[in-house]
């Protein structure tokens, strides 16, 4: 059985995968549980039958625990998930991996020098339709892809959610703040949108954005949009924020030889190498594949999983950061990836 502890349960996620551990309880054995705020680490540890400790390293230099979960605030990931890595633990770091590229980088480093099991809260890729989705760009299916468009929102600003905690749970207005969050509305459901954009199309070359505000309740951004050329010459847009109060479209793949898109989570493709398809749905999915935070469970016990490594997220936090520097400036912007 697996020893696991949390460093930092102040991301909005953190309720989520307490649950998932508690599930998995005859596998995983939670030892102890760190937070910046001793008030939420003690009604976690509480959730968890665990401690609560007063000091991060107490838990990063216990020799019986084999990995850890990092869902602090993304100001301090850097610190947390370097201590893990030198210390030899597995480590899941919530989405986004750093404030910058900087960081994130950093990170990296560590983690592929320390050659421990890395794994961050991009979720998206197990869900069938995007499975399918990537199984037809890389066989050509739709042709020479021209264009592809991601859209993910949400209403948590105008709902409020980030202002009062859900059950026991202290708020979550931290990830409203930039100093400790790294973005706004922006780069909280954008982050979600660049992962498969990415994950489907590979490197980016250049990007620009615009971010704005609309309550003004809050000081960062509550939504944006963004554009990508892509390094293989394919353009992309993305669309994020907390101030939609519906998405009927995710995703829209168009190609020289098809065009693909997600409406109301249904599938729907014409192609030309897809015999009969005429714009209507495709039923004919893979199976979705487990969360990614279950997936790192899975993982840290010896299955054989899919995981998102230590780079593809640090080149997605510079992408980012290059966002948002697009958006300040009025300008193109190519994302410090070295």
């Known amino acids: 059985m697996k ?19 508690n ?3 005859g596998e995983l054995m939670v030892k102890a549980v760190w937070d910046s705020q001793p008030e939420r680490a003690n009604i976690a540890a509480e959730q968890l039958g665990c401690v609560a400790v007063a000091d991060y390293r107490e838990i990063v230099n216990d020799a019986e625990i084999d990995a850890i979960i990092v869902c602090s605030e993304t100001s301090i990931h850097l610190e947390l998930v370097a201590a893990t890595a030198a210390a030899g633990k597995d ?36 869900m069938p339709v995007y499975r399918q989705l990537k ?8 042709g020479t892809i021209t264009r592809i468009r991601h859209s993910n929102v949400h209403q948590g600003a105008i709902a409020a959610i980030f202002d009062s905690g859900r059950g026991p749970y202290l708020d979550w207005l931290w990830m409203t703040d930039p100093a400790l969050s ?19 199309m590979g490197d980016v070359d250049s990007v620009t954005a615009q971010v704005g505000r609309l309550l003004g309740k ?27 109060v519906l998405q009927p479209q995710s995703i829209l793949v168009s190609g020289t030889e098809g065009v693909a898109y997600v409406a109301d989570g249904a ?27 279950d997936l790192f469970l899975d993982a840290i016990n010896g299955e054989d999983v899919p995981l998102i490594s230590a780079k593809e997220a ?15 400036t009025n300008s193109w912007v190519q994302p410090n990836t070295a």
């Open 135 to 142: 199984v037809w760009i890389e066989a050509g299916t739709l």
């Open 91 to 126: 480590v899941f770091v919530e989405k986004p991996l750093g404030m910058g590229a900087s960081d994130a980088y950093a990170m990296q480093r560590a983690v592929d020098a320390a050659g421990v099991i890395f794994q961050t809260g991009h979720f998206m890729r197990s």
């Open 314 to 328: 640090a080149d997605r936090s510079a992408v980012m950061e290059a966002f948002y520097q697009a958006a300040a």
């Open 182 to 200: 790294g973005c706004g509305g922006f780069g909280d459901l954008g982050a979600h949108s660049l992962d498969i954009l990415m994950w489907l």
């Open 3 to 21: 020893t696991i502890a949390f460093l930092g349960v102040a991301h909005i996620h953190a309720p989520g995968f307490i649950n998932r551990v």
């Open 218 to 244: 809050y000081e960062c951004d509550e939504y944006g949009e963004g554009m990508l050329r892509f390094a293989n010459g394919a353009i992309g847009t993305i669309a994020a924020g907390w101030v939609d």
């Open 267 to 293: 599938l729907y493709v014409q192609s030309a190498n897809l015999p009969g398809t005429d714009g209507g749905a495709w039923t004919d999915l893979p199976d979705a594949l487990p969360h990614a935070f």
């Open 23 to 25: 599930e998995r309880s």
